[in-house]
């Protein structure tokens, strides 16, 4: 039974509960369908509204120097990640180089203004990166078509609040498609890591396709990149170095500096490998005219001038596609990497909010706006990366302004270091994803899983399993949707507790708790139920409504039949604390003189002593 | 608050609640997941059982001379309403009209032994008919052979116990189908009524065409049409009349008997309105050699031998269709027709159930091995019709037992009767089928739904005009998944009350409730909303869970990260009446020093001063 709060005590601001319905006095509506149009226009224009639409301005006055230092530090560390980050992005993407730097700073730029994360540094990520390819199979036009279309969906769907589909992926779903996209991306570097060519899309194809053409690997390419991995991960533990955290009186000031230059060490590993390597290819051209391992090439120099994505491309045979055979190429790629853009922008969010609130309609205005500049630098699709956010906020970040240093230094890579990227070797670049992306795998939630709810595991491992098999969006799509069964199922089959109680007058009862709401796919299962379990015993019904906080038409037609079945049967049913919302739905539709509710134990004894006399005079008509 | 019960006597047959978790004690489980196999072994091989799955097994020991007679009535009752309706619906379904015939007799014999609901006489349905229509496209062959599938996907779907997603389609989106069908039946009728040819498959395209072709309709057609339906109303009043009810005494006998006499004219007016006007055709062509109305045409005499369903048939264009390019032509109609045949006839189960519960099981499995006992007849697909069990139930049926006589007459008619059959006109047969489909309209669930739910109008109204405009399989289809977004709404979305209340020792706290499940499309949402309500307030909070009867492991997540929130912000959180099995989920994953746990309001003060001491000792290090 269910223990009454006793010391209830209401304060100014609330208003008082009531005693039968206190759960539908004070609602927070939060903007809901519920709210009037007055409040939700009052809300509209206001200081408080401008902060939320434009963050710049609630920090940018208050700036301090203390924040500028932070950002700065921030800002340059993460550039020192993003660039070789970018360079090997668009090689999942299956784009020229540049592509990744392109998207590079613009979206950093607009993120400061826009956006409401301070450890959200806008740009490739390998998640796109992956989509990205399978949507626009290396054809840079469809690429920046569909950044600008990512941009306008993901607009679109800040200005219709369309934010809350993102919580229909469950957790158990996002570590399974995060996971099988980390193997994806590893097995898409293999063929850089041996200097092989691949074939296939899917993942258990393309392995196949290794093992078959596994002897032509070259020899250096592989052993450069095993090299590469093994320094990656030796800097990355390096990194995570804390010394002097046992002893007694915490860490010494040498011991703290040395903590952080290995935290430095770590941070930069992939800056200083892509750079000694670059340095190693230089060297190998430079003296022998041709390098043992493969090369990235040339990259053209210079920030690109803005200019209008394209709507028409050239096919490889010849035809023209215009617009809309663009649209119908990409087809769901234009709803499915925005979603997936924004559930990995929130999902960091959330994981660098220090409890605050995140606000995921601005999130998407940032990053729409964000990647509809980015079509305009010939960028492919992007948002935040959760490596880049680790970086960030592990280098201090305050405020979204560092996204200004990050922003610049790639462009000074783009105006004065192009010439020199073509040295560094693709092995380097499939070693820096790879030593990164396997960390991704998420194997370490399953054991909570377990503990937790092992019929959570169904959706994790089905969403890994089919987003290895069948196309991501595909795999994605079905674990979302076995996971709406799950939910549908719920709401099916209500559980029951039933319990025989007496009255004050010593008359025994069978009392029937449901314990969720009445709607149309478990009403059948109750009126089943119910009747199953009433119809065995002569005895006086009650079905406790405590719990029934919602009902629908189908469920008072339900009811209505309930009723008039026990009124057939002579058999006194009972509705005992029906919320009045719930109540007014079964009143509409149930005959009122078989649908009786009561409130207070004491009224149960009086009603079956009326209903007994009804029941001595058959002779009465039905009115 | 919810008011505590206080007579709270549990009797010997059901276990004691306990305080705490009397919801989780004593649960139905009925065959659901939880429940052992060596149970579902005992319960499987028992007298019960073989009831259940047998039900002829049940009431034919204890069959008496009462129940025979009442049977007997009804079933040649039931018999003139199915002979003349069998005809009419064949049309419906675009095949030739003994089609019809052929699928009333088997599957009555079989429902005998199977079926568990008395007042359903299995055969065709005006709603089966409008499907097959538009499935088959008036082959005999790929209705025959969707006669077998049907009849194997509805035994299947018994056995697999998929009987559940009947549930999901509400009481609005069925009123709003069964609407829709009734006005496209009546539609596909006028061509017959007015004798003109009318094209299109949607209901605007054929009332274009009727309004096009409406000039070529000849006189005398209509005229005998609309006499038809004007006869047929008036008969169907008449037969409603209940002489002498609102005299003092009851009705006298002679009233009684008049009362009878006026109902069977009612009961048998299609019947009296066929043989009428067959009989006008046999004069008119006997006398002057042809007719002015157009006549229904040669019938094949006999009942059918039965043979093997066609596994191929030849196209118009000569080309042969195997069994593969069936299926396939079939299509979604093969799942489709089962559920709405299931759908109608546990409709009607549960209308002339008398307060009983209904085995959707077993209904499956006794359509089902009709269905295929009738696909071996050459009909095409059927269930229980609502027209037929009405003059079932008002004849005084007792028991399934009445079908044999129904099939017996309809083995006679096929065998004596068919050649008269050609002379009845068609559009007598029109006029039956429009004169009972126009009550079919649910025009009159629209006041209580407004009143009961307004929200419950839109998938209603939706799948209506869906139903009209596209094929019906993907207007209901449509309805149904309109329906179910508002329960994933629903499920995403719960409502808080929040009170300020006052501990024993006066000490003032924020109480949040939930009012539903924790399940992972509402965990974001209630993790924002406890945030942004506790962050404005320097109280402690206590998240009342007597309401969230289940999580699962993204909720756990949620929460786990809603207390490192309220811990790195120095604000107690706590947790009352969270369930064993909620309690157990969130555990898992939850920091134990974080997720406190109390069921007594008493813990409350004990748990704050701990808490404030552990407040002032800052320097004390996270275990």
């Known amino acids: ?67 500028a230092i932070g950002d700065l530090i921030a800002g340059v560390t993460v550039g020192l990640t993003v660039i070789p980050q970018s360079l090997a992005y668009s090689n999942i993407a299956g784009l020229p180089p540049q592509h990744g730097l392109y998207g590079s700073f613009l979206g950093c730029f607009i993120y400061i203004v826009l956006g409401g994360c301070r450890a959200v540094p806008a740009g490739p990520t390998a998640i796109a990166s992956l989509l990205t390819w399978q949507v626009a199979e290396g054809v840079v036009e469809k690429a920046v078509l569909l950044t600008l279309l990512s941009g306008l969906v993901e607009l679109l769907m ?8 993102i919580n229909f992926v469950s957790g158990p779903v996002s570590s399974g498609f995060t996971s099988a996209v980390a193997l994806m991306i590893a097995t898409s570097q293999v063929k850089d890591l041996f200097a092989i060519s691949v074939t296939g899309t899917t993942f258990l194809q393309q392995w196949i396709s290794i093992f ?242 092992k019929l959570d595991l169904i959706p994790g491992i089905g969403t890994f399993v089919l987003c290895l098999t069948l196309p991501l969006e595909l795999g994605i799509l079905t674990g979302v949707v076995v996971n709406i069964i799950f939910i549908l199922y719920h709401a099916a089959r209500p559980k029951f507790s039933v319990d025989m109680l007496k009255t004050a007058a010593g008359v025994e009862y ?41 009902a629908d038409y189908t469920a008072a037609k339900s009811i209505e039949h309930l009723t008039a079945d026990f009124f057939a049967r002579q058999q006194p049913l009972f509705f005992y604390n029906v919320k009045p919302s719930v109540c007014s739905i079964f009143e509409a539709v149930a005959k009122p003189e078989h649908f009786v509710v009561f409130y207070e134990d004491e009224d149960l004894d009086r009603l079956l002593a009326e209903d007994e006399r009804l029941q001595r005079k058959p002779a009465l008509p039905d009115p």
């Open 510 to 550: 069978l009392m029937i708790t449901p314990d969720r709401c009445l709607m149309f796919p478990s009403v059948d299962y109750v009126r089943r139920l119910v009747t199953k379990y009433a119809a065995g015993r002569a005895l006086p019904v009650v079905l406790e409504c405590t719990h029934i906080y919602s």
């Open 1 to 67: 039974m269910i223990p009454r709060r006793k010391h209830n005590v209401s304060s100014g601001s609330l208003p008082a509960p009531d005693d039968k319905n206190s759960s539908n006095d004070y609602i927070i509506s939060d903007g809901g369908p519920g709210e009037g149009w007055r409040a939700a226009l009052r809300r509209r224009f206001n200081r408080k509204t401008l902060h939320k639409r434009l963050p710049v301005t609630a920090w940018l006055p208050k700036y301090t120097a203390e924040q």
């Open 158 to 165: 800040g200005a219709l609040g369309l934010g809350f589909l």
């Open 212 to 453: 078959k053409n596994i002897h032509n690997a070259s020899l250096w390419d592989p052993v450069l990149g095993f090299i590469c991995i093994a320094l990656l991960l030796i800097m990355r533990k390096i990194g995570m170095i804390q010394l002097g955290e046992k002893s007694e009186n915490g860490p010494s000031t040498r011991q703290k500096a040395l903590t952080k230059c290995m935290w430095l060490l770590g941070t930069c590993r992939n800056a200083i490998v892509v750079i000694a390597t670059g340095v190693l290819g230089f060297w190998f051209v430079s003296s022998n005219g041709e390098s043992p391992v493969r090369l990235m090439g040339g990259i053209p120099v210079g920030v690109p001038l803005p200019q209008a994505p394209p709507f028409s491309y050239v096919r490889a045979d010849n035809t023209t596609a215009d617009f809309l055979d663009m649209v119908s190429e990409l087809g769901s790629g234009i709803i499915v990497i925005p979603l997936i853009v924004l559930l990995e922008d929130i999902a960091i969010c959330k994981a660098f909010s220090d409890g605050r609130t995140i606000d995921a309609t601005q999130e998407m205005i940032a990053l729409g706006v964000a990647s509809i500049g980015n079509s305009f630098m010939q960028a492919y699709p992007g948002g935040g990366s959760l490596a880049r956010s680790v970086v960030a906020n592990g280098s201090g970040v305050k405020t979204t302004f560092n996204g200004l240093y990050t922003g610049l230094m790639v462009i000074l890579a783009l105006q004065f270091f192009t010439q020199y990227f073509e040295f560094i070797p693709k092995a380097a670049l499939a070693a820096v994803i790879i030593s990164a992306i396997i960390f991704m795998v998420e194997y370490n939630v399953i054991k909570p899983m377990w503990r937790a709810k």
